[in-house]
Each structure stands twice: as structure tokens, then as C-alpha cells.
């Protein structure tokens, strides 16, 4: 991310008139004398030094997030992408009435000088890294512990920018992998439509006017866990972003758009995706975010789907500690040959606590609703339209 920061040093100077009145020797002893000039105004403390990037050193950061969540019709917890039925709580969410851990996390970062090498190695457990590595007929088990893995070439220039090759995660969105970085604690149902992650070249190119260009060249549009593994198609796949920030710090818009053709069992799939995401805020408390996402993946000899995904954020800052999200979203799926679409939906309602800078409490009721039957019962069985669960999480960061 391209980030510019522009300081200011406003100084005052005040002057001052002295009134000197002369008179001669004979009266100055029955002249009253002139008044003292005021002393002048001290300068502003001048402002603390932005210290200086650390190229070359390595940085580590990174968190530990815990859940424990209750599902009211205790269903099955964990997603079953072979019956497309999406669980409980969503993405990463995998297990039910118990304290569980959703992600540990460290960042292990090496920051280039302009015109130097860097690089950063994510290092991940829990059910997060297993949701994004896992899954049935191709699997990269293997690597679960490594979310990303890639080295940095960062351009020299005042306009800067950045080459990257390796493991990274996907630019599409709105949500992201970190909890601690969405307005909710789970995940939408919208974001079961998306790729976790790619491998490949990702090109970022900056500018000073609010615009930043990423383009990236991967093995895999979606399905990366399956192509190169089990199975390759042979073919790469393409994605472009277009950022604007608003330099006002008002707006944002992000467009994502990517192609490609990958092979997740055994028939090439060929997939298009698009995603655009609107951030507005109203005031320092009020944040409004709008998401719609095109999904088309077409199998050679299958059936075509078409998906369009929508979503609704609302986040409010009560005060400093204490903020409540909000969410609607949902997506339409069209299968040729198959006459009812599938309308999968969810509403959720969060209540976060940020007792300082490192801890991050989360309470959360979750409602997930399908115009058919989607959700299992205790047994296994898919036979229930919906779902509703609360969350309790906790993130500590460093």
C-alpha cells in the first residue's frame, strides 16, 4: 500500500509597537516613563522527528484470535463444499460450544530500501489456515502454516512501487483474512463466493493523485489449492485493481477484476470475477460500506454458474472503546439446467470493546437464511432453511 503523509509547521510572530516619547533633560524627572514593550510570544516545540523507515531489518508482528460460538439449532458446524452446504458462522468458523482458536498469526517482515529486496513470510494456525489450504480432492495441507510466503523488489523513484512473487492473498473483498481488520467478527456469506489466496507476480504501481494500479499474474483465479497440486489446466490467470482514496479521507473505491482457467478435479473450469467495493464516511464515527460481487464459472462439458453478491456495512463509534457494526449481504447463484436459484443471505449484528490498542473484544449474533434447504440438523441431515448463532471473540495483537 502506497501511503503519503504531509506535514505541516505553522509558526506565529507577533510584533510589537513600543510608544517612546522624548523629552527634554529639564522634565525627565516629572515624565512618567513608557510603559514595558511585552515579551515576545515563544516559539512552537518544533515536532517530533518521523523516524526513519527500517530498511533491511526484520519486524515481527501479528495476533491470536479466539472464538467460541453457539449455533440454536446445533447443525453442523464446518463447511461442506461437496454438498455446498456453508455451515455455521460462515468461513473459518469450524467448530461449535467450545473455546477454539481461529487464527495465530505472525508476520515476518523485511522492508526494501528503494531500489533493494525485502520480503514477508505470514506464518498461520488454527481454523483459519485450515479453511484456506483444505479441501477435498486437492489439497495444500502442506503449506497451511505458511498464508504467505513472497519476496519484494521495491522500485526507486519518487513515484515508488513494488514487484512481488510468491504466496499472497487475494485482492478480492471487502472483507479480509484478519478478523481484527472487518467491521464483523465472521465472515459474509458474499465472501464463500471468493479465492483466499494466489500464487504468482503481483505489480504494484502507485501515484500521487489517490490511484494505485496492482496487476497480477497467478497460477489460479480460484481453486489455488487444487491447481499445481492435484490437478494444473497449464494456463495462467490475470487480475487487475484499481484503487482511489479520496485524498480527503472521505471515500474509497476499489475495483478488482480477474480471468482465468484452472482445473479443480477433473475438467478445466474457465472463471470471471469481479468485485467493487465503496467505503464512505459520514463522520469519524459513522462508516458506510457497499459491496457487489460477479462470480461466472464455466466448466468444460458441465453446467455454467452465475453468482451476483451484494453487501451492506454500517459501523458506528460509540466513543472511544466501544463501537456496534452492522451487516446485510447476501448473493444469487443461476445454475444452467437447474430452474431455482439458490439465495443464501445473512444478518448480522456485532458489539465490539477495544479495551486498549492490543485487545479487541467481540459479541456477535449471526442470522443465515437459503430460499431452499441448505442447513443440517444435529444429525447431518440438510433439511433447515436457516440458521442463528452468537459469537464471542477475543483478538490480542502485537
Not at 487464527?103 to 485450515?130: D, M, Q, R, V, Y
Not at 485482492?171 to 472487518?182: D, H, I, L, M, R
Not at 467478527?185 to 503481483?202: A, K, N, V
Not at 447463484?333 to 431455482?340: P, R
Request: net charge negative.
Amino acid at each position: 500500500m502506497f501511503e503519503k503523509i504531509n506535514g505541516r509547521l505553522i509558526g506565529a510572530t507577533t510584533l510589537c509597537g513600543v510608544a517612546i516619547s522624548l523629552a527634554s533633560v529639564a522634565f525627565a524627572d516629572t515624565t512618567p516613563a513608557a510603559p514595558a514593550a511585552p515579551a515576545p510570544a515563544a516559539a512552537p516545540a518544533a515536532a517530533p522527528a518521523t523516524p526513519p523507515p527500517a530498511y533491511g531489518k526484520l519486524t515481527v508482528s501479528g495476533l491470536f484470535d479466539g472464538y467460541y460460538q453457539y449455533g440454536f439449532s446445533k447443525g453442523k458446524s464446518a463447511p461442506d463444499l461437496n454438498t455446498g452446504d456453508p455451515g455455521v458462522g460462515g468461513a473459518y468458523n469450524l467448530t461449535q460450544a467450545t473455546p477454539s482458536l481461529a487464527l495465530a498469526e505472525a508476520n515476518l517482515t523485511i522492508l526494501p530500501s528503494p531500489g533493494g529486496f525485502g520480503g514477508k513470510a505470514t506464518l498461520g494456525a488454527g481454523s483459519t489456515a485450515e479453511s484456506v489450504n483444505v479441501v477435498p480432492g486437492g489439497s495444500e495441507a502442506r503449506y497451511a502454516n505458511f498464508l504467505q510466503l513472497y519476496g519484494t523488489y521495491a522500485f526507486s523513484g519518487a513515484a515508488g512501487g513494488s514487484l512481488d512473487l510468491g504466496k499472497f492473498y487475494t485482492p478480492f473483498g471487502y472483507e479480509v483474512t484478519e478478523s481484527n481488520q472487518n467491521f464483523n467478527y465472521t465472515r459474509s456469506t458474499t465472501y464463500q463466493l471468493l479465492p483466499f489466496y494466489h500464487t504468482g507476480l503481483r505489480l504494484t504501481l502507485p501515484s500521487e493523485k489517490g490511484f494505485t494500479l496492482i496487476g497480477f499474474l497467478v497460477n489460479s483465479l480460484e481453486d489455488s489449492a487444487y491447481e499445481g497440486v492435484s490437478n494444473k489446466s497449464g494456463k495462467l490467470a490475470g487480475i487487475g485493481q484499481l484503487t482511489y482514496a479520496d485524498p480527503a479521507g472521505k471515500y474509497t473505491i476499489v475495483e478488482s477484476y480477474g480471468g482465468g482457467t484452472n482445473k479443480p478435479v477433473n475438467s478445466d473450469v474457465k472463471n470471471t470475477l469481479s468485485d467493487t467495493d465503496f467505503t464512505y464516511s459520514f463522520t469519524s464515527a459513522d462508516t458506510l460500506g457497499l459491496n457487489y460481487t460477479y462470480s461466472d464459472s464455466d466448466p468444460t462439458g458441465g453446467n455454467k454458474t452465475v453468482s451476483n453478491g451484494y453487501g451492506i456495512y454500517y459501523k458506528h463509534q460509540l466513543n472511544p472503546i466501544n463501537a456496534i457494526a452492522l451487516r446485510y449481504d447476501g448473493y444469487t447463484a443461476k445454475t444452467d439446467n437447474v430452474s431455482q436459484q439458490y439465495k443464501p443471505y445473512d444478518i448480522t449484528a456485532t458489539y465490539e470493546i477495544k479495551s486498549s490498542s492490543q485487545w479487541l473484544t467481540r459479541l456477535e449474533y449471526r442470522y443465515d437464511g437459503a430460499n431452499v434447504n441448505t442447513y443440517t440438523d444435529s444429525n447431518g441431515n440438510i433439511n433447515k432453511e436457516n440458521e442463528s448463532l452468537v459469537v464471542a471473540s477475543e483478538v490480542y495483537t502485537f
